[in-house]
């Protein structure tokens, strides 16, 4: 990979502008007065180092560390350590028809055993020319014949060399550097920072596919489509599993700032009619003219609030990120009770509140310990909701909020309307979370259209809108 030179002043506004502008893409809040600051630090630091660089422009841009993985993704992009094929990788052929792993391949076996090595010897330099090799030769697709069909995939790449069946060879490796075994450090442990190794050997085959992709088609482009979002934009849907626990970090600290809001609401909301004699009198120190009016105070009570959760299926991710956000604020509310549901409902409101219990396996924990299925596994919100209007209305009062959290997929069963209304009827306020986008809602076994007719549902596909979506419907 030929070196990069340091770019003259127009390339480098153009660079940082088009940084700033997919770092906003993605949801960060960056203004002009951030920008400038950028380009001080640029100014400043210049090109010669370029990880003090890139720790320079974070400072100046993000607001917090959550942001800093999807910084360096798209700082990789705009500022690229180099252009073109990189040295080590000059002399490798790609290798458009070899054959699957499993099978005799020489360069793949030999590419592996250098892994292999440089995995055990934890040489960060030699893991990151070998994932140029890997993407030279593996990672290309496409014949060139048709525009925009041709580039390069560090998935294909990694899935010839299936870097992961490495751990065995480099445990045997480390345990026994003279032939004989070492029993210093144990094989958990041990075998534990060989899959961080391997991690850290995906990432750097990521960053060159997306750095050469980005060669091809624009950096703009694939920092859009490329880039994993932030924690607070993964579709609750499609997040996997080390998402989801990336999402369950953020609780606190989105619960902390949605208790600041609520607060802030209670005390406007405090705020009642202008009381005219207190303002009147007031006046008077101003001459007769009313420069401060005086209110009625009124005292608002807090909220209670009933969350009704489906914690079937994929939807169970969206469902106790939401019960740990709502335990979290619990403080913001009078009276707390959660229930949850696949095809029968049940409280599980001391479950959710049991301290030393991992919110990793919440969802699970409900399925074994409550009941919230009958005969069948399958999702019936027609039941679900039947049963609550049966044995727990008395959960549902006049100053209640009942939050509904499912995506309305009722497997072509009744979906109950009478239910829902005989809840509505006695709430404060109804309000149906639904995980799906809304384009989704006439499609398949989703009642949700039906549903929308009885209370308000909205569309939260991710934590980001979730919080906005507290912040602003629940009531004070």
């Known amino acids: 990979m030929s070196a990069q030179h340091p770019p003259g002043p127009q390339d480098t506004a153009a660079r940082l502008t088009g940084l700033v502008r997919a770092l906003r893409g993605h949801g960060l809040r960056i203004g002009p007065a951030e920008t400038v600051d950028a380009a001080a630090v640029l100014d400043v630091l210049g090109f010669a180092d370029r990880e003090q660089m890139r720790a320079g422009l974070a400072a100046a841009l993000l607001r917090s560390d959550g942001q800093r993985a999807v910084f360096d993704a798209t700082f990789d992009l705009f500022f690229p350590l180099g252009v073109g094929t990189p040295e080590a990788a000059r002399h490798v052929e790609p290798q458009d028809d070899a054959p699957r792993f499993g099978r005799p391949d020489p360069v793949r076996d030999e590419l592996r055993e250098r892994i292999a090595a440089a995995l055990a010897a934890d040489d960060r330099a030699a893991l990151a020319a070998l994932a140029g090799e890997a993407?030279?030769?593996?990672?290309?697709y496409g014949t060139g014949s048709t525009p925009g069909s041709d580039g390069w995939s560090a998935h294909q790449a990694l899935g010839r060399l299936a870097p992961e069946t490495l751990l065995a060879r480099v445990l045997a490796a480390l345990r026994e550097p003279n032939g004989a075994p070492s029993h210093d450090v144990s094989d958990l442990v041990l075998a534990d920072e060989i899959r961080r190794r391997i991690r850290d050997f995906r990432a750097l085959a990521a960053g060159e596919a997306r750095r050469r992709v980005a060669e091809l088609?624009?950096?703009?482009?694939?920092?859009?489509?490329?880039?994993?979002?932030?924690?607070?934009?993964?579709?609750?849907?499609?997040?996997?599993?080390?998402?989801?626990?990336?999402?369950?970090?953020?609780?606190?600290?989105?619960?902390r700032k949605l208790a600041t809001r609520l607060a802030a609401r209670r005390r406007r909301a405090a705020r009642g009619q202008i009381d005219l004699r207190r303002t009147l009198r007031r006046s008077l120190s101003t001459g007769g003219v009313p420069l401060r009016p005086a209110y009625r105070l009124r005292r608002p009570a807090r909220p209670e609030l009933v969350l009704l959760c489906d914690v079937s299926g994929s939807v169970a991710g969206f469902a106790d990120f939401t019960m740990l956000l709502v335990q979290a604020m619990s403080e913001q509310f009078s009276k707390v009770r959660v229930f949850a549901f696949v095809n029968r409902t049940a409280e599980v409101t001391d479950l959710l509140a049991r301290g030393g219990t991992d919110p990793a396996r919440l969802a699970a924990r409900i399925l074994t310990d409550a009941r919230v299925m009958g005969h069948h596994g399958s999702s019936d919100y027609g039941s679900a909701l039947g049963g609550f209007a049966d044995r727990h209305l008395d959960a549902v009062g006049p100053r209640t909020c009942v939050l509904v959290l499912g995506d309305a997929r009722t497997n072509h069963r009744d979906p109950n309307l009478d239910a829902l209304r005989r809840i509505a009827g006695r709430a404060r306020r109804v309000i149906w979370l639904n995980p799906e986008q809304p384009a989704l809602w006439p499609t398949g076994d989703s009642a949700a259209l039906a549903y929308a007719g009885v209370v308000e549902m909205h569309s939260c596909r991710n934590a980001r809108r979730l919080g906005e979506l507290i912040a602003r419907l629940l009531p004070v």
């Open 135 to 140: 993407v030279e030769a593996f990672g290309r």
């Open 217 to 255: 088609r624009g950096a703009e482009r694939i920092a859009e489509r490329a880039v994993a979002p932030t924690a607070d934009r993964i579709d609750f849907l499609a997040a996997g599993r080390d998402q989801l626990a990336e999402l369950r970090r953020t609780v606190h600290p989105l619960a």
